[in-house]
């Protein structure tokens, strides 16, 4: 195909032209960046978190007198154990995503200086089976260690043993094993016994991209520090299980303020909002695209019709329909051409200023072909209906209104 | 002259029905969208108190040590120790001072099972100093407080729901298990942002709390702020003296004057703390109410975000309008050209355009004052804590119509002047 002469019949037109590549531009900056920013959401809202999840169900019990707490927790869960369907029972201080997260910040040598938010869990015995953490080294807590768990009035846990996940064991002592060595903070060391597969924080929009798995797990006897129970049972079963505990506990415990939720709802929750902002994100992209689209049918329709009489002309000196479609096309793919190169430009300024102002990464570079690659084929499929009105303009055209 | 153009308007969208209608729609959900977005904006940057703002302002000390400050970007600490807090309040240096703390109570009832609501641990002058208006009684004394009395002054919903909106002062409430005499019963109070529990751990919008009581007597009871922070190791177990900060100090200075004197009080009391050895540094903020909620960022990073993206999709529908709008109106040379012939000035051309650009501008913004209501009611169906508070007033009514406007003439300008810039000799000919 033949581009100087489309080149040569641009300048006449200047503004037409300009304004398509300016929708086009503008499309573009704000799909790439848009798609990029629901793709964010999904793959924060579908971080993985070794535990059973899909088995798992939270009861949050509140409002327990502090004094009684420790005999409360042991009995409440000695009572959820004989539930049918419950395969293991425990007490947590707060779950992954949970709503009550404790952080505190730990280091492998004695004086430096914490940089990472991590989660605290105490957990109560049995802890490990009800959430299904996944060992990796070393070995769970001993009944001995969780009968001595507890917390100090520094609020820093008595029990002198910690569990910690893969990726701080990483981080603490890359390529070396992390059993047997200490972790800090403020003065006080625990001796790592065993690393599980990456848990996920309590509150990883306040942790950090640092702290999403740096989760620690200490021992913790009954005590009003444990302020859920955690319950696995069939997923099937889930929904049955978590009725009939809740209705155990609230004839058990008829002061305390109960809430019960399936694992699978706490995670629909902490990830509400970045839901909504996909799909809003997604709406506005189909629509911003409709628009898109329509403009450039509406400008190109225009311009087809300013020149039925070149067309008729063309066609009478011998091109063929499918030159004169293949015209409006290239002439679209040129427009775009420019329209999107100065969109990706754009769009990188706009992930830019995002990632000063706001949590945003940069935007990986398939970001911006594939929306380039969207708006070329948004073009070509726009142009098309005029450019076959176009086409099928007669050659006997070029004889009239002179 | 504006009826005739409008009367030419009307003409030629009837004779372009499908380009007509989609320039209508296309800037119909811009303005929509941007309108959805910037009525949550202006709802969350809003001022809570608005004729009294200027006059309160929170206090900020930094009793962290150098070598392991608040934050690597040597921000103030936006809570206090329970020490500095108490002193600043007894000095009594502003014409009105409280300290506060965020806190959850259970609340029970005969009727229902026990259930959580939020509860602010606070000192007397509060209710003055926000002037938060009762139904019923009224606030605490300070000397109240500093006996322990246990007194609470509750919500109007809490009220409602209750005591089914009684006079209920001198009932009882029990609250952690404690019986609390009910003092006050306030009138619906919930200014947004709820700028005085922002960073104490309490939500930042909503419904506000439930119940207020007395800070020491909340305390005595066994009551613990949602929000602590440390500064330094040891002994946490009692808050008043742990190396802890938990409370947020509010104070109320008329004028300037006032400011500056209430300034150079805290110069001196910070010097005088690390003179003590308790401080390192002497470093102090004392921001007004909305200086406050901007340094805190009150408005989420979405929110502000989905501005932008609306506001973006305002300019393409814009940029898409100025097309069609040009195409429309270049088809239309001979119309142009026997208008001049006859007489017509380049500005009445340009009018003519204009008039008709202001028409679609005027129905777009009707269509999308349609989309942005429906755009609210989406965001009240989501789960964010102001989604229950997000509706259209009238400001932002006629915003809507103001702004499709502007957008609309904006966008006719290019148009319109290209349609003066036709000569009319050519055009007749060629008619």
Redesign the interface.
């Known amino acids: 195909m033949e581009i100087r002469p489309i080149l040569a019949t641009l300048p006449r037109h200047r503004i037409p032209a300009l304004l398509i590549v300016l929708e086009i531009a503008l499309a573009c900056a704000v799909l790439c960046n848009a798609v990029f920013m629901v793709a964010q959401c999904v793959i924060d809202g579908r971080a993985p978190n070794a535990i059973d999840e899909q088995g798992m169900s939270v009861i949050h019990i509140g409002g327990l007198d502090s004094q009684l707490a420790a005999d409360s927790v042991a009995r409440d869960l000695a009572a959820l154990r004989t539930l049918p369907g419950v395969k293991a029972a425990a007490a947590i201080s707060d779950v992954p995503l949970g709503p009550d997260a404790t952080f505190n910040g730990f280091t492998s040598q004695p004086d430096a200086e914490a940089t990472v938010n991590s989660s605290v869990y105490l957990v109560g015995k049995g802890a490990e089976q009800a959430l299904g953490l996944q060992l990796l080294q070393g070995r769970y807590f001993t009944d001995e260690e969780y009968a001595q768990g507890e917390l100090l009035p520094s609020h820093q846990s008595a029990s002198h043993v910690v569990l910690i996940n893969r990726s701080d064991a990483a981080r603490w002592w890359p390529g070396q094993s992390a059993l047997g060595r200490h972790i800090y903070s403020d003065g006080t060391a625990w001796t790592v016994i065993g690393v599980v597969a990456d848990v996920i924080a309590q509150d990883p929009h306040f942790s950090g991209v640092s702290g999403k798995y740096s989760s620690v797990f200490f021992p913790q006897r009954p005590s009003a520090e444990l302020g859920n129970y955690i319950l696995r049972s069939d997923p099937t079963a889930r929904a049955r299980v978590l009725q009939q505990a809740m209705q155990t506990l609230g004839k058990l415990e008829p002061g305390a303020v109960l809430e019960g939720k399936t694992f699978a709802d706490v995670r629909a929750e902490y990830f509400a909002g970045s839901r909504n902002l996909a799909w809003m994100l997604v709406l506005v992209c189909v629509v911003m695209l409709a628009v898109t689209a329509l403009g450039i049918v509406g400008l190109t329709s225009f311009w087809v019709g300013q020149r039925r009489r070149q067309i008729g002309i063309r066609r009478a000196v011998g091109a063929s329909c499918r030159q004169i479609l293949a015209y409006f096309q290239t002439e679209n793919f040129l427009l775009s051409t420019a329209g999107v190169l100065l969109g990706a430009v754009l769009a990188y300024a706009i992930n830019i200023y995002l990632m000063r102002h706001y949590e945003v990464n940069r935007m990986p570079w398939y970001y911006l072909g594939g929306g380039v690659a969207a708006l070329w084929l948004l073009g070509q499929l726009a142009v098309l209906g005029p450019a076959l009105r176009a086409a099928s303009v007669p050659p006997v055209e070029a004889t009239r209104t002179v | 002259m504006l009826g005739y153009y409008l009367d030419l308007a009307l003409r030629s969208f009837r004779r372009n029905k499908v380009?007509t209608a989609?320039m209508v729609l296309?800037l119909a959900?811009g303005i929509g969208?941007s309108m959805t977005t910037l009525t949550v904006l202006r709802l969350l940057s809003g001022d809570p108190l608005p004729h009294k703002s200027a006059q309160l302002f929170y206090v900020q000390l930094d009793p962290y040590p150098k070598d392991?400050p608040f934050s690597r970007s040597d921000k103030l600490p936006w809570m206090m120790s329970y020490v500095d807090a108490m002193n600043l309040l007894h000095a009594q240096r502003a014409e009105r001072q409280a300290a506060m703390a965020m806190t959850?109570v259970?609340l029970?009832s005969t009727q229902q099972?026990?259930?959580?609501d939020d509860g602010v641990m606070t000192t007397s002058d509060f209710f003055s100093m926000f002037e938060a208006p009762f139904q019923y009684g009224g606030g605490w004394s300070a000397a109240d407080g500093e006996s322990r009395a246990k007194v609470v002054v509750i919500a109007d919903f809490l009220n409602d729901q209750l005591f089914g909106g009684a006079n209920s002062v001198g009932r009882n409430l029990r609250i952690?298990?404690q019986d609390f005499r009910i003092i006050g019963v306030l009138r619906h109070w919930a200014p947004q942002p709820r700028f005085y529990s922002l960073y104490l751990g309490g939500p930042n919008y909503g419904k506000g709390e439930a119940v207020f009581l007395p800070l020491q007597s909340a305390r005595a009871a066994?009551m613990g702020p949602m929000s602590t922070m440390?500064y330094a190791?040891?002994?946490?177990?009692v808050l008043e003296s742990a190396p802890s900060i938990w409370l947020g100090l509010w104070v109320q200075l008329p004028d300037a004057a006032a400011m500056s004197a209430y300034r150079s009080f805290l110069a001196g009391y910070a010097r005088q703390q690390v003179a003590l050895g308790r401080f390192e540094r002497s470093r102090f903020g004392l921001s007004d109410l909305m200086q406050w909620l901007d340094s805190q960022q009150v408005v989420p990073?979405?929110v502000?975000?989905?501005t932008g993206?609306?506001f973006?999709?305002l300019?393409?529908?814009m940029?898409?309008t100025?097309?069609?709008l040009?195409?429309?109106c270049?088809?239309r040379a001979n119309e142009i050209g026997v208008r001049r012939a006859l007489g017509a000035s380049r500005a009445a051309i340009f009018a003519q355009f204009m008039a008709e650009a202001g028409l679609i501008g005027l129905v777009g913004g009707a269509l999308g004052l349609v989309f942005a209501l429906f755009g609210l009611w989406c965001i009240r169906q989501?789960?964010?804590e102001y989604a229950s508070l997000v509706h259209l007033d009238g400001q932002m009514f006629a915003c809507t119509f103001a702004m499709a406007l502007i957008a609309s003439l904006l966008a006719g300008m290019?148009p319109a002047w290209?349609a003066c810039a036709v000569t009319p000799a050519p055009q007749l000919k060629?008619a």
Do not use: W, Y
Request: net charge positive; proline share 4%; charged share 20%.
């Open positions: 380009l989609l296309t959900l969208a392991h959850r259970k029970a099972r026990p259930f959580f952690n298990d066994g440390s190791g040891g002994d946490k177990e990073g979405n502000r975000m989905q993206l609306a973006s999709f300019l393409i529908c940029v898409n100025v097309g069609l040009l195409a429309k270049l088809r989501q789960p964010a290019l290209r060629s």
